[in-house]
C-alpha cells in the first residue's frame, strides 16, 4: 500500500467528454468526505476538510482535498509536522480501504491472518493482500465507511462518460486506480448464496417512477435503466416522510438495494425475482441535477 507525508491528495476522474454530472461530483464528495470523517473518528485526529474544485485538461476532472486542523474560536490553520503526519495516516488509510474494496471485488475475505501489526487478508480466488490491522478493522466493522465505500463507486458507475477513478498525491503520482470494469464489484455490499438462490446488497441509485406511501405497498422506480418495483424497509425514511419531506416522479434516492435471485437451468444463471430498499442513505430532488461544464 502506498504511503507519504503530506496532507493533500487529489480525485481524479478519467474519461471522454469534458462535462461530469454535478451530482455524480457531489456525491462522490459527500461519500469521500464521510470516509474521512469516520478516519478521524477512529484516530481521533480531529481535522476537518477543505475541498478544492479544478478541472485540468480535457477528459479529466482532479478534485484537490486538503485535510485541514482548525483551532476552535480562533479559525486559525495550524500546520506542524504532526498535524501532516496524522493528514497522510488519513489519506493513506482512505486509499487502504478502497485497496482492501478492490481486492475482495466486494465480497468477504475467506480468511484473515493477523500478524503483529499486519494482517493478511485471503480473497475467494487464494490471493492475498497484506495490510495494516486498523485498517483491515475499520474496513470490517465500520458500516458507515463500508456503505460510503460502495455508495462512491454505484454513483460513479451510473456516469457512462467516466472510465476509471483514482487517487492521487498532491503530484499526481497515482496512489490507486479502479478501472469502469471494477466500479460494478466496488459497490457491491455483500452476497450470500442459498440453494438455488442468491442475495445480492448493492449500493444503488434509483429514479423514482411512482410513489407509496403505505409501508406495505411497493414504490416504482428505474434501476440501471430498468424499471422495477421494490418495498421500502426502512423505518427511519417512513419517519421523514411522517415529517413533512417530499418526494417526486424523477427524485433520486441513493440506498442499499437487496436483489433477490434465483438459479434458473434453463440459462444457465442466476434471475432477478424481486427486490427490497433496506436503506435510504440519500434524497437528490430532481432540480438538483445537472452537470458541470469546464473551459478548457
Do not use: C
Not at 480531529?46 to 480535457?58: N, P, T, W
Not at 418495483?229 to 427524485?251: H, M, Q, R, V
Not at 434453463?266 to 433496506?278: A, D, E, G, P
Amino acid at each position: 500500500m502506498n504511503s507519504f507525508n503530506d496532507n493533500n491528495f487529489k480525485l481524479r476522474f478519467d474519461g471522454e467528454q469534458h462535462q461530469l454530472d454535478a451530482n455524480v461530483l457531489i456525491s462522490s464528495l459527500i461519500h469521500t468526505t464521510t470516509i474521512i470523517q469516520e478516519l478521524n473518528r477512529y484516530f481521533d485526529s480531529g481535522k476537518k476538510i477543505e475541498i478544492k474544485v479544478k478541472a485540468l485538461e480535457k477528459g479529466s476532472f482532479q478534485i484537490n482535498i486538503e485535510l485541514i486542523e482548525t483551532v476552535i474560536d480562533s479559525l486559525k490553520t495550524i500546520f506542524t509536522k504532526e498535524n501532516i503526519e496524522i493528514g497522510s495516516l488519513l489519506i493513506t488509510s482512505f486509499v487502504g480501504l478502497i485497496e482492501i474494496k478492490k481486492f475482495l471485488k466486494g465480497k468477504k475475505p475467506s480468511k484473515i491472518e493477523t500478524k503483529e501489526s499486519k494482517s493478511v487478508i485471503f480473497n475467494e480466488n487464494g490471493d492475498t493482500l497484506i495490510i495494516e490491522n486498523s485498517i483491515i478493522n475499520i474496513y470490517e466493522q465500520n458500516a458507515t465507511i463500508k456503505d460510503a465505500l460502495s455508495q462512491n463507486f454505484e454513483v460513479i458507475n451510473n456516469d457512462p462518460a467516466i472510465n476509471a477513478f483514482e487517487v492521487t498525491d498532491k503530484n499526481e503520482k497515482p496512489l490507486i486506480r479502479i478501472e469502469k470494469e471494477e466500479f460494478s464489484d466496488m459497490s457491491l455490499k455483500s452476497e450470500e448464496i442459498l440453494k438455488d438462490e442468491r442475495i445480492l446488497k448493492e449500493a444503488a441509485t434509483l429514479n423514482i417512477v411512482r410513489l407509496s406511501f403505505e409501508e406495505s405497498l411497493k414504490w416504482e422506480f428505474f434501476f440501471k435503466g430498468n424499471k422495477i418495483s421494490a418495498k421500502i424497509n426502512d423505518p427511519n425514511f417512513f419517519n421523514l416522510i411522517d415529517k413533512g419531506e417530499a418526494f417526486a416522479k424523477g427524485d433520486v434516492l441513493e440506498v442499499e438495494l437487496q436483489i433477490n435471485q434465483k438459479w434458473d437451468d434453463s440459462v444457465n444463471t442466476y434471475i432477478n425475482k424481486s427486490y427490497q430498499v433496506n436503506r435510504i442513505i440519500r434524497h437528490i430532488l430532481r432540480n438538483e441535477q445537472q452537470k458541470f461544464e469546464f473551459e478548457e
